[in-house]
């Protein structure tokens, strides 16, 4: 069986003139490193630049801010941030902009995804007749089930044939396009390709970094899942292209789910050298990137330019760039400690690039968070506490801060508290701190409540952030894109994966009820080896406790608070809440302070969330680059963004 290694280089592969997405130009302008055509597909070498190609596309979306906009800005996780323009606020559909056919954020994954699927489909077609295993084509198939399910979940039904056939790898360029039904996505591409890669794949990676069994089934898990909810519908949500809601093979939705489990629980009980870390800080500590919990990711790194996918000093947050957590990092340069800016940007993780677009409501901090104390999903999560870094200019001086007190590198300048505390002074305008920052007797830190939490002064989100190792003591290069791998997968996922399941009335195994699953979570989750708002390790093990506050019931509910814990802001949070049908409900209503520095009363804003924007539209350079009449597009774009 041939092996070869994985070197993560920008391809552009010929491919057909249908699949060009409006806001996709930046891709198509780039100079490729190779190109793929028809005939350099049935030799090993293009075989095999196509299944690398597989894994350097993934940087194409995970990382790329719009889309990251797009999974969590409107949810109950996200709202639009002081800095955002129309595409950011677009997504919140609380009044400020709409989501169209020419937004950004959501036309993102449409050519990506299309460019895999027929690369995937080439390799599959051609892999057996250059000498490539079963396991190198169940790779392939893992990502072209892996996009379709991007897609689907997207945009609800789409093209299985791209032109030469269903699932056939189109070699020329065509303007026409057929839109398949969900049911039609789900069973004859992603469902069976995904039992064919869990089935061939290795149980450990080839590479680091590649495509494992365990991988496989936690999709298949997922797509089961999925597709169990859409069969079943609880809340009436229409579908694209409008069909019954019914099960080719006969089965309804109860059936997929009990496969959803089963497969999670499989996979639970097998999955090879890959392991949960002991802590949840340990899963983001970045120097402790591509650990054993970590199934997929987009990698990038600090020590090759053309390998990370983007330039290493400056970064324009477009192309392969990992700048996704900049989206969700306010303004913190602008502090001040008499009058000096003591907190600098730099390439760390508690800091990184400030672009102040998209923002966390006040609920996220009062409920979802509420448990900060036991719970280390919190303090592991977001960066509460901003510390002068003076030091890394070599400034070692003290400055007076809050109520006139000194402080030095290394000492916080802004605290965001735990819990609300009546006892905070708070000032009109930009104050003494230049953000508009309260004041308690004897702090020498500013602090804000959570009742203060604004558009434009926020905690940051720490578990994506900036992460350098070439600082050598200064601040290194924080306007380069994110050199951090961005994380896809999760071992963990299967928990809640099974637990939902669960839920919703599979069959369980002894040991794997919902509450077990999810205590496995949270019992990790209860685990402290640092204190990252206090600076200091911290060895405490609240597991017990934990365990012993999850409720004996485990809801839908449950479930999804849960797993906004445990994968807040990391793209989860619009699927989850769009499988469930769970968005109008939850992200409906929330508070938030406004965008002036100073402004600390919370408003309750509400969203319009309409059924039929449980789907994104289909991007308007995709019906532009049809050969269709305007009757034809009309009826290709989903329903309400027309």
Same mark, same amino acid.
């Not at 591409?189 to 680091?208: E, G, H, Y």
């Given at each position: 069986?041939?092996?070869?290694?994985?070197?993560?280089?920008?391809?552009?592969?010929?491919?057909?003139?249908?699949?060009?997405?409006?806001?996709?130009?930046?891709?198509?302008?780039?100079?490729?490193?190779?190109?793929?055509?028809?005939?350099?597909?049935?030799?090993?070498?293009?075989?095999?630049?196509?299944?690398?190609?597989?894994?350097?596309?993934?940087r194409y979306i995970y990382g790329q801010p719009y889309y990251y906009n797009s999974l969590e800005t409107g949810t109950d996780e996200y709202t639009y941030a002081q800095s955002a323009d129309?595409?950011?606020?677009?997504?919140?559909?609380?009044?400020?902009?709409?989501?169209?056919?020419?937004?950004?954020?959501?036309?993102?994954?449409?050519?990506?995804?299309?460019?895999?699927?027929?690369?995937?489909?080439?390799?599959?077609?051609?892999?057996?007749?250059?000498?490539?295993?079963?396991?190198?084509?169940?790779?392939?198939?893992?990502?072209?089930a892996f996009y379709y399910f991007i897609l689907v979940q997207t945009y609800g039904g789409v093209p299985l044939d791209l032109g030469s056939g269903e699932l056939k790898f189109n070699t020329?360029?065509?303007?026409?396009?057929?839109?398949?039904?969900?049911?039609?996505?789900?069973?004859?591409?992603?469902?069976?390709?995904?039992?064919?890669?869990?089935?061939?794949?290795?149980?450990?990676?080839?590479?680091?970094?590649?495509?494992?069994?365990?991988?496989?089934?936690?999709?298949?898990?997922?797509?089961?899942?999925?597709?169990?909810?859409?069969?079943?519908?609880?809340?009436?949500?229409?579908?694209?292209?409008?069909?019954?809601?019914? $099960?080719?093979? #006969?089965? &309804? +939705?109860? =059936?997929?789910?009990?496969?959803?489990?089963? /497969?999670? %629980?499989?996979?639970?009980?097998?999955?090879?050298?890959?392991?949960?870390?002991?802590?949840?800080?340990?899963?983001?500590?970045?120097?402790?990137?591509?650990?054993?919990?970590?199934?997929?990711?987009?990698?990038?790194?600090?020590?090759?330019?053309?390998?990370?996918?983007?330039?290493?000093?400056?970064?324009?947050?477009?192309?392969?760039?990992?700048?996704?957590?900049?989206?969700?990092?306010?303004?913190?340069?602008?502090?001040?400690?008499?009058?000096?800016?003591?907190?600098?940007?730099?390439?760390?993780?508690?800091?990184?690039?400030?672009?102040?677009?998209?923002?966390?409501?006040?609920?996220?901090?009062?409920?979802?968070?509420?448990?900060?104390?036991?719970?280390?999903?919190?303090?592991?999560?977001?960066?509460?506490?901003?510390?002068?870094?003076? $030091?890394?200019? #070599?400034? &070692? +001086?003290? =400055?007076?801060?809050?109520?006139?007190?000194? /402080?030095? %590198?290394?000492?916080?300048?802004?605290?965001?508290?735990?819990?609300?505390?009546?006892?905070?002074?708070?000032?009109?305008?930009?104050?003494?701190?230049?953000?508009?920052?309260?004041?308690?007797?004897?702090?020498?830190?500013?602090?804000?409540?959570?009742?203060?939490?604004?558009?434009?002064?926020?905690?940051?989100?720490?578990?994506?952030?900036?992460?350098?190792?070439?600082?050598?003591?200064?601040?290194?290069?924080?306007?380069?894109?994110?050199?951090?791998?961005?994380?896809?997968?999760?071992?963990?996922?299967?928990?809640?994966?099974?637990?939902?399941?669960?839920?919703?009335?599979?069959?369980?195994?002894?040991?794997?009820?919902?509450?077990?699953?999810?205590?496995?979570?949270?019992?990790?989750?209860?685990?402290?080896?640092?204190?990252?708002?206090?600076?200091?390790?911290?060895?405490?093990?609240?597991?017990?406790?934990?365990?012993?506050?999850?409720?004996?019931?485990?809801?839908?509910?449950?479930?999804?608070?849960?797993?906004?814990?445990?994968?807040?802001?990391?793209?989860?949070?619009?699927?989850?809440?769009?499988?469930?049908?769970?968005?109008?409900?939850?992200?409906?209503?929330?508070?938030?302070?406004?965008?002036?520095?100073?402004?600390?009363?919370?408003?309750?804003?509400?969203?319009?969330?309409?059924?039929?924007?449980?789907?994104?539209?289909?991007?308007?350079?995709?019906?532009?680059?049809?050969?269709?009449?305007?009757?034809?597009?009309?009826?290709?774009?989903?329903?309400?963004?027309?």
């Amino acid at each position: 069986m041939k092996r070869f290694k994985i070197n993560t280089v920008t391809i552009a592969m010929l491919f057909m003139t249908l699949l060009l997405g409006s806001c996709t130009q930046d891709i198509l302008q780039e100079n490729p490193k190779s190109v793929f055509t028809p005939e350099y597909f049935k030799t090993e070498l293009g075989v095999k630049g196509g299944l690398t190609a597989l894994y350097a596309n993934l940087r194409y979306i995970y990382g790329q801010p719009y889309y990251y906009n797009s999974l969590e800005t409107g949810t109950d996780e996200y709202t639009y941030a002081q800095s955002a323009d129309g595409n950011f606020k677009d997504s919140d559909l609380s009044g400020v902009g709409i989501i169209s056919s020419t937004s950004a954020p959501s036309s993102v994954p449409w050519q990506p995804s299309f460019r895999s699927i027929n690369t995937a489909s080439g390799i599959i077609e051609n892999a057996g007749a250059v000498g490539l295993g079963e396991d190198l084509i169940g790779e392939a198939k893992f990502f072209r089930a892996f996009y379709y399910f991007i897609l689907v979940q997207t945009y609800g039904g789409v093209p299985l044939d791209l032109g030469s056939g269903e699932l056939k790898f189109n070699t020329s360029s065509v303007r026409t396009s057929v839109r398949n039904t969900v049911a039609e996505v789900y069973t004859k591409a992603i469902i069976p390709d995904l039992i064919d890669a869990a089935t061939n794949l290795p149980d450990n990676q080839r590479l680091t970094g590649s495509a494992t069994k365990t991988l496989a089934r936690l999709y298949l898990a997922k797509a089961y899942l999925t597709y169990a909810w859409w069969l079943e519908n609880p809340n009436n949500i229409p579908t694209y292209p409008e069909a019954p809601r019914t $099960d080719p093979a #006969g089965h &309804n +939705a109860q =059936y997929y789910f009990q496969q959803a489990y089963d /497969i999670a %629980a499989t996979a639970i009980d097998n999955h090879g050298t890959f392991s949960l870390q002991p802590t949840f800080y340990d899963v983001h500590n970045a120097p402790n990137d591509r650990h054993s919990e970590m199934l997929l990711y987009a990698d990038h790194t600090e020590k090759s330019q053309k390998y990370n996918g983007a330039d290493l000093g400056y970064s324009n947050a477009n192309g392969q760039d990992n700048a996704a957590v900049w989206m969700a990092t306010w303004n913190y340069t602008e502090l001040r400690s008499s009058g000096k800016s003591s907190v600098q940007r730099e390439a760390a993780q508690d800091y990184g690039r400030p672009w102040t677009r998209m923002a966390p409501p006040i609920n996220v901090f009062v409920n979802t968070f509420a448990d900060k104390t036991l719970d280390s999903r919190y303090d592991g999560t977001f960066v509460s506490v901003y510390r002068s870094n003076l $030091d890394k200019v #070599g400034d &070692n +001086a003290s =400055y007076n801060n809050a109520n006139g007190l000194p /402080i030095k %590198a290394g000492d916080p300048v802004l605290t965001f508290l735990n819990d609300e505390n009546p006892a905070v002074i708070n000032t009109s305008g930009a104050g003494s701190s230049n953000v508009g920052a309260g004041t308690l007797p004897g702090r020498a830190d500013y602090v804000i409540n959570p009742s203060g939490i604004s558009r434009i002064v926020y905690p940051g989100l720490w578990k994506l952030g900036t992460y350098r190792t070439d600082n050598n003591g200064g601040l290194g290069s924080p306007n380069g894109a994110v050199t951090r791998p961005y994380p896809i997968a999760k071992l963990s996922e299967l928990y809640f994966i099974a637990a939902e399941a669960a839920v919703k009335g599979a069959t369980v195994q002894a040991g794997k009820s919902a509450r077990e699953l999810i205590n496995v979570i949270r019992a990790r989750a209860g685990k402290w080896r640092f204190d990252r708002s206090g600076n200091v390790v911290k060895n405490q093990d609240n597991s017990a406790a934990m365990v012993l506050a999850t409720p004996a019931t485990i809801t839908i509910d449950y479930v999804l608070a849960e797993r906004s814990r445990e994968y807040f802001g990391e793209g989860y949070r619009w699927t989850d809440l769009v499988r469930t049908q769970k968005w109008g409900e939850y992200a409906a209503t929330y508070k938030i302070a406004g965008t002036g520095k100073g402004d600390h009363t919370a408003v309750t804003y509400t969203r319009t969330i309409q059924p039929f924007h449980y789907l994104r539209p289909i991007p308007q350079g995709q019906l532009d680059s049809m050969d269709a009449t305007d009757d034809e597009k009309a009826v290709y774009q989903n329903p309400g963004y027309n």
